[in-house]
């Protein structure tokens, strides 16, 4: 693969912004990979620090506990109203509902445990 700017010289890589191919000579090296220099650093350094305080944000112990019991709590109500309910249609939409909420309640449980092996 040959640069975008420069058609006679082969390409280290791609800009994680534009994805054009780039030549060591305009390639910027960044945290989250390469850039055009000059044109998309900016760009890519943005991207970074937003993926960076998302995972921060969203991997934090206690807010992944809160989810995990919020849903958790969710799946025993709707299994209570399903159990409760004399209509036949309203028990299978509420056993359907607390299936769903038992599945999120246990991808928080398996993001919590794999967040202790850290």
């Given at each position: 693969?040959?640069?975008?700017?420069?058609?006679?010289?082969?390409a280290?890589g791609l800009?994680?912004h534009?994805?054009?191919?780039?030549?060591p000579a305009?390639?910027?090296?960044?945290?989250?990979?390469?850039?055009?220099?000059?044109?998309?650093?900016?760009?890519?350094?943005?991207?970074?620090?937003?993926?960076?305080?998302?995972?921060t944000?969203?991997?934090?112990?206690?807010?992944?506990?809160?989810?995990?019991?919020?849903?958790l709590?969710?799946?025993?109500?709707?299994?209570?109203?399903?159990?409760?309910?004399?209509?036949?249609?309203?028990?299978?939409?509420?056993?359907?509902?607390?299936?769903?909420?038992?599945?999120?309640?246990?991808?928080?449980?398996?993001?919590?445990?794999?967040?202790?092996?850290?």
């Open positions: 693969m040959k640069c975008f700017y420069h058609r006679d010289t082969d280290v800009c994680r534009c994805a054009r191919a780039l030549c305009c390639a910027a090296e960044r945290e989250a990979g390469l850039a055009c220099i000059g044109r998309c650093e900016g760009e890519v350094d943005r991207v970074a620090t937003l993926i960076r305080r998302n995972v944000l969203s991997g934090e112990r206690w807010t992944v506990a809160l989810r995990f019991a919020v849903y709590a969710g799946t025993i109500i709707l299994a209570v109203l399903a159990y409760r309910s004399d209509e036949p249609r309203i028990r299978i939409m509420f056993a359907l509902l607390a299936a769903l909420m038992f599945v999120f309640s246990v991808s928080g449980l398996r993001f919590l445990l794999l967040q202790r092996g850290r």
